[in-house]
């Protein structure tokens, strides 16, 4: 009989660590999500701001940046980048698979390189990936798209 018992109560935790676990999955990752967390790029640090690889579409145009396009700011531009960056709110993205993307690469001025990554997909939209914690990007994929050149 005391084996019996121990393999109900065996079997009673294990359905409570999948129901658990179910929860976890479906419900509890988005709504634990803080809403409240924000970037923090301090301007007066900041020497340079460029773009690294990737691809964008914008307006059903192709953006290459690995050879055809780029864009620089410099000192003047970078308070409007880091005031935009700043004010971004969190979003909660559960695939975090871009279809497009474009590093940007922002360079301290004690040499410290920080990377911010602009990311797209059909799913999310537009959003950027900054220490490990996802932003809305659409203001921030307008400022970008008026400082394109192309090479």
Same mark, same amino acid.
């Given at each position: 009989m005391n084996k019996r018992k121990l393999l109900i109560f065996i079997i009673v935790i294990a359905n409570l660590g999948f129901v658990w676990s179910i929860f976890n999955i479906f419900y509890y990752k988005k709504a634990s999500f803080d809403t409240s967390k924000k970037a923090t790029i301090i301007s007066s640090n900041i020497s340079k701001i460029h773009n690294g690889?990737?691809?964008? &579409?914008?307006?059903e145009n192709q953006f290459d940046f690995y050879k055809e396009y780029s864009f620089s700011l410099n000192k +003047?531009?970078?308070?409007?980048?880091?005031? &935009?960056? +700043?004010?971004?709110?969190?979003?909660? &993205?559960?695939n975090n698979r871009p279809s497009k993307w474009v590093e940007i690469y922002i360079i301290e001025?004690?040499?410290a390189d920080i990377t911010l990554t602009l990311?797209?997909?059909n799913e999310n939209g537009v959003y950027f990936e900054f220490e490990n914690h996802t932003f809305e990007g659409k203001e921030?994929?307008?400022? &970008?798209?008026k400082h394109l050149k192309k090479n």
């Open positions: 690889n990737g691809g964008w &579409i914008w307006n +003047n531009e970078t308070p409007e980048f880091c005031k &935009i960056v +700043n004010t971004a709110n969190a979003k909660y &993205i559960e001025k004690n040499g990311k797209q997909n921030l994929e307008k400022y &970008i798209y």
